[in-house]
């Protein structure tokens, strides 16, 4: 039986499997554990065939429960994962005998595609059937909670688990760090080492994320501490996800500290990583200098490697290099996709070159996304053109989309041209329509407590404090000659209602608080979910002339550092 195993244990083709399987079937030894081990074999190795696998399942008439694993576990890697659960409840509805493994496999191939209903009826089998006691199962099933964002469910798991390894930890460290609550994965490390429980490189990487995620930048080079005495700083994952930290939290030359320190054991990745970062603090051209030179490293630009430069080239307004690496991209056998024509329409759009931007749109092989006609409108804003503008809002229309800020833009558009009746039907169309307003929200860490602030937000402790010191900016910044960019207000009312709803947007809000809150001269760090509004913009460029504060505002797509009255971006954003 030993050979027999091992014979099927040294296929190398499908072939083999094929003439194996005709051998076992006429010479009458094709047991249940030889069957079920080539039927494995069968449907996972990468020479295999599910399909072939499936057939081989279907003509026996009483399949163990190895057999179904085997097939699930096939499916399970395949590319129509789903289909595992389907597997998994024919056999409790043919009253087949589930273990462990069946479990496992069924919960990594709803963990591929995010089935959050599946994972709850899974976890109500596997208490049913007593498995709840198995710690890789567990860690599994804590794993595909934090994936699907029930981030309750796979605490309630992890705390609940009889016993738990390095992996379990490290799961909900990623979750939570992935998820909305990245400050719990810190908290989650602090006590692995109250524990007693020794963290591995897989748990800084998740650590570092939650970092990168909340721009915690002390909480980060404690995290670079640990990571130096544990000699972790050797690994090359490890590495990469510093310079993403340090980037994500607004310190370039920090990233490229850890990019230099590690001489010859970068990766693609590394390179990537660090033209994100230039790109992301709005230096082009160092962005630039390290993709030429990663070609004398020997390293082959990926697509990710052209999204990168691109992003640099559109946030520091380099339009012919933009267009220039653009045409290049053949060069290394890359092919664009409709991200990189996302950058080009954005890059030649805030250039106003709107006519090539949509004849870039019109020009690409495959379908344009959403992205690509919501970055036009917000081109057409800049330039006020209606015509493209709508153009670039029918698009949108019919592509289904409901996002509130492609209304307002269109409105914008007409406001600025004092269409107040098509601004009326822009109102009426998003009361009829779905509409989805993404709330903006602003956060703010001061000393170690972060808070948090939505517009005309008086959740705060302070917020009478918070609203006289703003009241207090709007007085200062009147008198260097500030006149509010009501422009940005959708509704037809009067310019002083406008300028007042403008006033509390979030990010105010959380720069008055850090000015109340720190002592003077102290930097000021605002993290905000969408991109910084434009009134806002010229708001916190004065605020930092007048109350001599560094501002680091960091948006959804890139970082804003006041300083003097004047932005990093050059007001090209």
């Not at 090359?236 to 370039?252: R, T």
């Not at 409108?377 to 592509?399: P, T």
Request: with cysteine.
């Amino acid at each position: 039986m030993a050979n027999l195993e091992s014979l099927v244990q040294r296929c190398a083709s499908f072939s083999h499997i094929k003439q194996l399987q005709a051998y076992f079937i006429t010479t009458g030894i094709f047991n249940c554990r030889i069957r079920s081990k080539l039927l494995d074999l069968c449907a996972i190795a990468p020479f295999g065939s599910l399909s072939f696998a499936i057939s081989v399942f279907h003509q026996i008439p009483t399949p163990f429960t190895n057999d179904f694993n085997a097939i699930i576990r096939g499916l399970m890697q395949s590319p129509q994962p789903s289909t595992a659960f389907a597997w998994y409840r024919a056999m409790l509805r043919g009253s087949f005998r589930v273990d462990a493994l069946t479990c496992s496999f069924t919960l990594k191939a709803c963990a591929r595609v995010l089935a959050a209903t599946e994972s709850l009826q899974l976890h109500a089998n596997i208490i049913r059937f007593g498995f709840m006691a198995d710690a890789l199962l567990g860690t599994t099933l804590l794993d595909l909670y934090a994936k699907v964002g029930n981030l309750s469910y796979a605490r309630k798991v992890f705390d609940e688990m009889p016993q738990r390894d390095i992996a379990s930890w490290n799961s909900l460290v990623f979750g939570l760090a992935q998820g909305s609550q990245a400050s719990e994965a810190l908290d989650l490390f602090k006590r692995m080492g109250v524990e007693g429980l020794k963290p591995n490189e897989v748990t800084v990487i998740g650590v570092l994320s939650a970092c990168s995620h909340m721009g915690d930048f002390k909480g980060g080079q404690k995290i670079h501490g640990f990571i130096r005495n544990q000699k972790f700083d050797m690994n090359l994952q490890v590495c990469n996800a510093l310079i993403d930290m340090y980037a994500n939290c607004g310190f370039v030359d920090k990233a490229y500290g850890v990019f230099d320190d590690m001489g010859g054991r970068k990766c693609i990745v590394t390179w990537n990583t660090m033209i994100m970062a230039f790109a992301m603090d709005g230096d082009g051209c160092k962005a630039l200098e390290l993709f030429e030179r990663m070609d004398g490293a020997g390293v082959q630009p990926d697509a990710v490697t052209y999204l990168t430069v691109l992003c640099a080239c559109n946030h520091a307004g380099l339009v012919e290099d933009g267009v220039r690496l653009f045409n290049m991209m053949g060069k290394h056998g890359v092919e664009p996709n409709v991200k990189h024509y996302g950058c080009m329409v954005d890059l030649l759009g805030r250039a106003g070159r709107l006519k090539e931007a949509y004849d870039i749109i019109n020009s690409m092989p495959m379908v344009p996304d959403v992205v690509l006609w919501q970055s036009l409108l917000g081109a057409c804003r800049i330039y006020k053109d209606v015509e493209m503008a709508e153009i670039a809002s029918r698009n949108l229309v019919e592509m289904g989309s409901t996002n509130c800020g492609d209304f307002v833009l269109l409105s914008n558009i007409y406001a600025a041209h004092e269409r107040w009746n098509d601004v009326g039907k822009v109102r009426d169309a998003m009361k009829n329509t779905d509409v989805k307003k993404v709330p903006g929200f602003s956060y703010i860490e001061v000393d170690g407590l972060r808070h948090k602030f939505f517009t005309d937000d008086k959740s705060n402790a302070r917020w009478k404090e918070i609203y006289a010191k703003l009241d207090e900016i709007r007085f200062k910044i009147k008198e260097l000659g500030y006149i509010a960019e009501t422009s940005f207000v959708l509704h037809d009312i009067g310019e002083e209602e406008k300028e007042n709803q403008l006033c509390y947007h979030s990010e105010k809000l959380a720069v008055a608080f850090g000015l109340i809150s720190t002592s003077k001269g102290t930097p000021i760090q605002v993290i905000k979910n969408l991109r910084i509004c434009g009134d806002c913009h010229v708001v916190i460029k004065l605020v930092s002339k007048i109350y001599k504060r560094q501002i680091v505002v960091r948006d959804r797509v890139r970082f804003h550092k006041f300083k003097d009255g004047f932005c990093s971006c050059r007001d090209y954003w």
